[in-house]
């Protein structure tokens, strides 16, 4: 079956994003007065939690606090992640988080062969509207199809929740698209949806486990800054993922069989 759709993870994947959110974190715990500090290692291991206000919850979880201070601090999370927002967007208005090699490549190969793009994510729709509008201009957000991202569902990544609302307002089924991650939660949610995954990691998730994913690249790679050693490592056609060698991909080589006899049909 032809792939109609490409669904794109937005932080690692788009645009390697971490460091401006870390950033913004640490300003918002700042303005609170809270004394913490994320490290860039410390950061890196508390990327294993999807989602911003999670990740606090999380680092929450881990400090030894008085019942009160922990009660005054949960109830604090939803304006701590919304100051962080905040300095997020600050950043990324300010032109400091550029896509990634290649992203913008192949979105307009994709819409050029008539294939629509989607937004899978679990930030919130002020960061991904930020960093379109900074990175592609007034037609940002007009070339996505579908933008699903932040609470609109009620499990984030690991959880295929996001792929599935992205397929069902898409209108196509699982074997119809391909999914774009770069962290091991995101190949879970994505495999788990059905879908046939390409990854490209980033510094923050480079050691994670991609053994699930259909292909691992370093980049999509473009002709100013090809991919080393392709084609002819990975890919066939190119120093960088064309959309035409990726569909074709998916369309020869079915990520599994079986997944593909029971891969969520959408609703």
Known sequence: ?????????????????????????????????????????????????????????????SKTL???????????????????????????ADGAVPLREGVARLMEEALTAGCRLGIASTTTAANIDALLGSTLGPRGLEMFSVIACGDQVPAKKPAPDIYKLALQHLGVDADQAVALEDSHNGLLAATGAGLWTVITPTYWTES??????????????????????????????????????????????PHCEVAALYAPRAA
Request: hydrophobic share 40%; no cysteine.
């Open 1 to 61: 079956m032809s792939v109609q759709a490409l669904i794109f993870d937005v932080d690692g994947t788009l645009a390697d994003t971490e460091e401006a959110h870390r950033v913004a974190f640490n300003n918002a715990f700042e303005r609170y007065k809270l004394g913490w500090k994320w490290s860039q290692d410390a950061y890196r291991e508390l990327l294993k939690t999807t989602g911003g206000k999670e990740r606090i919850a999380a680092y929450l979880a």
């Open 66 to 92: 008085s019942p009160s201070d922990r009660k005054r601090l949960t109830e604090l999370i939803p304006a701590i992640h919304a100051e962080k927002t905040k300095f997020y967007s600050s950043f990324v």
């Open 208 to 253: 994670h486990d991609f053994s699930g994913a259909d292909l691992v690249l370093p980049s999509l790679g473009d002709p100013a800054k090809p991919i080393a050693g392709e084609p002819g490592s990975k890919l066939e056609d190119a120093a960088w993922l064309t959309h035409a060698e990726l569909v074709r991909r998916v369309e020869q080589r």
